[in-house]
């Protein structure tokens, strides 16, 4: 059974910086990647990331996240700086089987608020 959790969410100013972890299991996955969803707005993409290391990044985060990948652990990590109020959302990370068809798993989602 897959399973994907979130972990590392919280309450951070402006300027600050957060680390958001995930870890799936139950499968080998072709990828991962973060989304979030603010208050009244669709999920978006944050930040993908491939088995083989190639990344993908919203235009709104580039130069201020990174997302990384422990490919051996299945986990993922998304290093957030520069934080801005505006990347206040629910966090969720989401896994990946590409085959025939994609498979996508998703996390609970973890909350992250920026203060300005």
């Known amino acids: 059974q897959v399973q994907v959790v979130e972990s590392g969410g919280g309450l951070v100013q402006a300027g600050g910086s957060l680390r958001l972890s995930c870890a799936a299991s139950?499968?080998?996955?072709?990828?991962m990647g973060w989304y979030r969803q603010a208050p009244g707005k669709q999920r978006e993409l944050v930040a993908t990331?491939?088995?083989?290391?190639?990344?993908n990044y919203a235009a709104s985060v580039k130069g201020r996240f990174t997302i990384s990948r422990d490919n051996a652990k299945n986990t993922v990590y998304l290093q957030m700086n520069s934080l801005k109020p505006e990347d206040t959302a629910v966090y969720f990370c989401?896994?990946?089987?590409?085959?025939?068809?994609?498979?996508?798993?998703w996390g609970q989602g973890t909350q992250v608020t920026v203060s300005s």
């Open positions: 139950g499968s080998i996955f072709s990828g």
């Open positions: 990331i491939t088995s083989g290391g190639i990344t």
């Open positions: 989401n896994a990946y089987i590409q085959f025939a068809s994609t498979q996508y798993y």
